[in-house]
């Protein structure tokens, strides 16, 4: 069983990726979050996590499903592998801590470098179409040695892009990004771009956006924004901005090129 959350999609093609090796079965943790989620196990059923970094931690959403889940990982092996533009620092052991103090031993852990995706600061942008591409061929075949590993059930096994600074990055950049950094407030839409689609409150994973076909799009300020960017990058007409930090700044999800 794979649990992975994703919203610019690097994360799903590496869970589904995965799931094709090992023929696991994928629960997608943002359609499975309302409330605690009772895990029916097979015997001998590996269990994995999937899910990107957010500010050299693991996404919010992720640790609030784990906390609710039911699960008893007796007799089971456990992974977890994060995606990330870049470093991931500390952010499996955050990871790590929250899965122990649910009773669940972390056996391996792994991180894919993918195409980079946030772009809420003024110096971040998505990678160009070389870098693109080149983070994609790589991550395919990591993640083939990856799946490898899994499959021997291969234990204290750490395959992880941390990068230097990990404590100051995870534990002091990524308390003032999540304290400052995730909100939806700077999220607005440009009017005359807009096409009333609805797809941008379609792909939102904690259901912020009051809209859909017909409908421009209103951010429901409800506190439960990711910061994920996954309606600025599947807006089709780039009609959705991020205050004035994402203005020229291009669009990524996986399959599909940058404007």
């Known amino acids: ?44 059923e590996d269990i994995g996590f999937c899910f990107p970094i957010h500010g050299w ?3 919010r959403i992720v ?9 008893d990982t007796t007799g089971h092996y456990v992974y977890a592998l994060c995606t990330a533009g870049d470093t991931v620092g500390e952010a499996m052991d955050i990871f790590r801590h929250v899965l122990s103090e649910k009773g669940i031993k972390l056996d391996a ?36 040695g990856f799946a490898q590993l899994i499959e021997q059930h291969q234990k204290h096994v750490e395959r992880l892009t941390i990068g230097r600074w990990p404590r100051i990055n995870s534990r002091v950049l990524g308390a003032a990004f999540y304290r400052w950094l995730i909100t939806d407030k700077p999220f607005h839409v440009v009017s005359d771009r807009c096409v009333k689609c609805g797809i941008c409150a379609s792909v939102c994973p904690v259901h912020d956006i009051d809209g859909g076909l017909g409908k421009e799009p209103r951010w429901l300020h409800n ?37």
Not at 113 to 124: A, K, Q, T
Not at 129 to 143: H, I, M, V, W
């Open 1 to 44: 069983m794979i649990f992975f959350f994703s919203a610019t999609g690097n994360t799903a093609w590496a869970a589904k990726q995965l799931g094709f090796y090992t023929s696991d079965r994928l629960i997608n943790i943002a359609k499975n979050s309302a409330e605690p989620f009772t895990a029916q196990l097979e015997p001998g």
């Open 57 to 59: 931690r693991p996404p």
């Open 63 to 71: 640790v609030d499903f784990v906390k609710q889940l039911v699960i």
């Open 109 to 144: 852990a792994f991180s894919l470098l993918m195409p980079e995706s946030y772009v809420g600061l003024p110096f971040m942008d998505v990678d160009k179409k070389e870098r693109e591409k080149a983070k994609q061929d790589k991550a395919a075949e990591d993640l083939k």
């Open 223 to 259: 506190g439960q924004c990711l910061t994920c960017f996954a309606c600025y990058h599947h807006c089709p007409h780039h009609a959705i901005e991020f205050g004035n930090r994402t203005k020229h700044k291009g669009q990524y999800f996986f399959g599909r090129r940058k404007l």
